[in-house]
Nanobody
C-alpha cells in the first residue's frame, strides 16, 4: 500500500508565501506523476500543478508565475512553493500520486492540508 502525507498549510496574509510538502511512502516500485490539486468550498477539485516523470511540469493558468512544483524522484517527495498568495488561493490542497506498488499504476491521495489567505 502507498501512503501520501501532506504538510505545510496554514494561514497567511495576501501577498505572502507558503510551501507545501508531500511524501509518498510504502511499497512503491515506480511513480509516474506527483501533483497538487485544490478544492475551495463549493467548487470542484482542480489541478494546480503537476510534475510528470521526465521532469515536465504543468500549471493552472491561475497560478502560473506564482507557484513552483518540484519533485525528488528518489525520495518520492514533492514541494509546492507558493508566493504572492491571493485570497482566491484559499482551499484544501491535496497531494496526488500515480504509483505502482506491484499491482499496476493506481491513484493515491493525501488527506489534504488547509491553506487560508486573508485579505
Amino acid at each position: 500500500q502507498v501512503q501520501v502525507v501532506e504538510s505545510g498549510g496554514g494561514l497567511v496574509q495576501a501577498g505572502g508565501s507558503l510551501t507545501l510538502s508531500c511524501a509518498a511512502s510504502g511499497r512503491i516500485f515506480s511513480v509516474s506523476a506527483m501533483d497538487w490539486y485544490r478544492q475551495a468550498p463549493g467548487k470542484q477539485r482542480e489541478l494546480v500543478a503537476s510534475n510528470i516523470s521526465g521532469g515536465s511540469t504543468k500549471y493552472a493558468d491561475s497560478v502560473k508565475g506564482r507557484f513552483t512544483i518540484s519533485r525528488d524522484n528518489v525520495k518520492n517527495t514533492v514541494l509546492l512553493q507558493m508566493k504572492s498568495l491571493k485570497p482566491e488561493d484559499t482551499a484544501v490542497y491535496y497531494c496526488h500520486t500515480r504509483a505502482d506498488s506491484g499491482r499496476g499504476f493506481r491513484d493515491y491521495w493525501g488527506q489534504g492540508t488547509q491553506v487560508t489567505v486573508s485579505s
